[in-house]
């Protein structure tokens, strides 16, 4: 595939913020045999041992410990390495309070709800219900018509090679000016899917179908939609009788109208690269701005557990698993490859090795989940408070601790023995922010303020 200068600078980010990952498409826990961090401490453990495991819970607590030492409220991961298992908790959930953190706590995932609509969408594709390489308008005509219609493909939407822009601009119009605004005044609105797709495909194409690459949440939107007319049915509704009840996960929902979390749950605050000081809880919001591109909420287990299924073969049969790691490059302003994005999830270097998963980020809640190419050994992580980072004149991210620790946590859960012992790993490279090609006036907020992602 090839790749256009189309000022790419600001569509990828490096992020550890990404480690607790962007832009909210939330999963919930799966039940595993985890035990709640202790008021002393909190990067607490919890097992159930297989001997042979690399799994150094004494070395992940203190990683998770070193996130809210660099500068974090509050995080809470898990780790399965074949039978062992891991899970522990640090800092605060409310920072008014002292609230601590919990190893089990529900979250909102952000576009980590990709993989789960990607997989829906392959399930129906093996039903012969959805041609990947047909266009987009033969399903959708009324949402996607015209030449765009014509060539823009399902693979192009699932692997965001379709040119077409992302919707959050103009959900959130106050982000023009750098005002948060919007945020406040939309927390209880409902929206339909065709609105926000509305608002995305409204925008100018961003580049001809198929001949470079831009994260955009208005792709997911439209599978979503693609869903409901292949089934008949309401998207949501088919990915949880189809993806989550089948992987087994117990605490994973789509929230629908109601702004609040069904559970115990950290407050998710944001500061949004400094426009919001101190930084403002968001937990409770009106999910319906994500839908099938991030409204999920999980739990660091459940999504484990997700990610474990899917690479052991038990959501997709192999020829449908391998279309989904059929990979895109992504890359940053200097033309280094960073990520490589397949169907709804991408893929990483880590000093063991190449792994899979992806990213999200809500107002106020970040998450990373990845998992070894085998289904063997699987981590997720989410943390309370985004957009923490700043950005430099050239709009680029400045590096900030918290990353460093986020992308250490997540060798040590993936890597074991085979972590650097040394200094902090670098952080997860992640997903571009959607609001990165906004035309925002003067400072602008930090890649890992930006939300949906």
Known sequence: MQHT???????????????????????????????????DRQGAEASAAAPASDLDRKALAQRLDAVRDAGMYGAY???????????????????????????????????????????????????????????????????????????????????????????????????????????????????????????GVSRPQLFEPGTDWSYSNTNYLLLGELLRKATGEDPERVITRNVIRRAGLKDTYFPGTDPRIKGPHSKMYENLGGLIDPPRDYSEYDMTMAGTAGALVSTAQDLNAFYRALFQGDLLPADLLGEMRTTVPVKDGNGTVVIRYGLGIYTMDTPCGPVWGHDGAVWGAGTHAMSSADGRRQFAVGFNLMGYQRQDANGRPVPHPVDAALGALRDQALCGSAAPAGRSAAAPQALPEPLDSLPLKGARPAASGQRLR
């Open 77 to 199: 991961g898990s780790v399965r390495d074949g039978r062992a298992r891991w899970s522990g908790a640090t800092g605060v959930a409310d920072t008014d309070t002292g609230r601590p953190t919990r190893p089990d706590m529900l979250h909102r995932v952000g576009s980590i709800t990709k993989s789960f609509t990607s997989v829906a969408v392959l399930q129906q594709s093996a039903r012969g219900r959805i041609d990947l390489d047909a266009p987009v308008g033969d399903y959708l005509p009324e949402l996607l018509p015209g030449e765009r219609g014509r060539k823009v493909t399902v693979r192009m939407l699932m692997n965001h090679t379709s040119g077409i822009a992302d919707y959050i601009a103009e959900a959130f119009p106050s982000l023009k000016e750098n005002s948060p605004r919007s945020l406040d005044d939309f927390r209880h609105r409902t929206l339909r899917p065709a609105q926000l797709i509305g608002y």
């Open 5 to 39: 200068r189309v000022d790419r600078r600001r569509r990828v980010r490096n992020t550890a913020a990404a480690a607790a990952v962007v832009l909210a498409l939330l999963a919930a826990a799966a039940p595993a045999a985890t035990a709640a961090a202790t008021p």
